[in-house]
């Protein structure tokens, strides 16, 4: 079973919208982190949110952390058109060195 | 500043043939090393990390295997490849293991095997 999934696959929005990207995980976790990865690229961490805190910002960026339905979300604020990339959440697993990637979820902007 | 190298930058194999990807990390001493394989349009798997020279731990089963001769090496390599071995095939490092630390991707290495 998966232990981490974006609940979305697709998002379309215009320039300058705020759009969120959700995911959800089935086991315990010390930490949770959101990647993002453009065409042809290797993913860019984007931030990284630990089980004790409940909201991590990162420019127009906010992740949001809820252990208690074990879900996350992603929130992108302005969006502009080099948002456009698949959004990824990543957790670990118990065997500590192994970062299990979600499905992911494109993120179209539109000029 | 760190910088992630990976070699070739893509390959066309033929069924059955050997595959040897290549990547090498500058700037990092004794990172820890990760594979990923992504199929098109899918998630990035990990198949391999290694947290020292010589060690190489496997993930899943994919009939590959991968080394890790030097520090900042790490070799992922099959002698009879598969059609199912397309993809994109991605290294990272990091400093600390699974979600605790940043995972910093190289530019990968797109396989197609016909």
């Known amino acids: 079973s998966q232990l981490a999934e974006e609940n979305l696959w697709a998002l379309s929005v215009h320039e300058g919208e705020s759009v969120t990207v959700n995911c959800s995980y089935k086991?315990?976790?010390?930490?949770l982190q959101w990647y993002r990865q453009k065409s042809g690229e290797g993913p860019a961490q984007l931030i990284l949110i630990r089980s004790n805190e409940r909201e991590k910002r990162n420019g127009r960026l906010r992740a949001t952390l809820d252990t208690s339905s074990q879900s996350s979300s992603l929130s992108i604020t302005a969006t502009r058109c080099e948002d456009t990339a698949v959004y990824f959440c990543a957790t670990e697993s118990n065997m500590g060195y192994k970062l299990t990637f979600g499905t992911g979820t494109s993120l179209l902007v539109d000029p | 500043a760190q910088t992630i190298h990976q070699w070739p930058v893509a390959e066309i194999k033929a069924v059955g043939s050997p595959l040897s990807l290549g990547c090498t990390i500058k700037?990092?001493?004794?990172?820890?090393l990760y594979w990923y394989w992504q199929a098109t349009g899918g998630t990035l798997q990990q198949l391999f990390y290694?947290?020292?020279?010589?060690?190489v731990e496997s993930v899943v089963q994919l009939n590959l295997s991968a080394s890790r001769p030097k520090d900042d090496q790490f070799i992922l390599s099959t002698e009879k490849l598969l059609l199912s071995h397309s993809g994109f095939y991605l290294c990272?490092?990091?400093?600390?293991?699974?979600?605790?630390?940043?995972?910093?991707f190289g530019p990968g290495t797109r396989l197609l095997v016909l």
């Open positions: 700037g990092k001493s004794s990172p820890n």
């Open positions: 290694s947290i020292t020279v010589g060690q």
């Open positions: 990272a490092w990091s400093l600390e293991r699974g979600a605790q630390d940043t995972q910093y």
């Open positions: 086991t315990s976790i010390t930490a």
